[in-house]
């Protein structure tokens, strides 16, 4: 079960990272839920329950990837409730969610890959938050106009 967990986990991460953007600018674009934010919505959530399978296999180890999880899934659930009813402040919700989703996806795979450097962990975050953070603030004009 942990290899399947572990397959899944891998392939639909990768998937999840090339795909994050996309759903970003797509959703902005067209103002509202699109296949391709479902899709990235899905992906997430097979990596967080993959994630969720393997723990218990290292409990020790990798207990911390159950909290993680959560909150990396939350992230793209407000995405893709801000996508649903456009309108207002909606691609805060849109840039909050995926965005920080996708952070969680580059700060798990830096965790995994860079585990003796714990300070790169910082780096997505910092960087992506700051990002997002900009671009609410600083919004494309027509994000902000009413959907056609």
Known sequence: MRDVALILHVAAGALAVVTGPFAIVVTLRRKGLNWVGEVYHWLVALVCLSALVMVPYDWAGLWMFWPISLASYLFVY???RAA???G??????VLRGY?????ALWTAILVVS???HPWTWAVPIVLGTA???WLCYRPAEAWTQAPA
Request: aromatic residues 14%.
């Open 88 to 93: 207002g402040l909606w691609y805060r919700g």
């Open 84 to 86: 649903e009813s456009p």
């Open 114 to 116: 860079v585990a003796d």
């Open 78 to 80: 407000l995405g893709q």
């Open 99 to 103: 965005g920080g989703g996708w952070i």
């Open 131 to 133: 990002l997002i953070e």
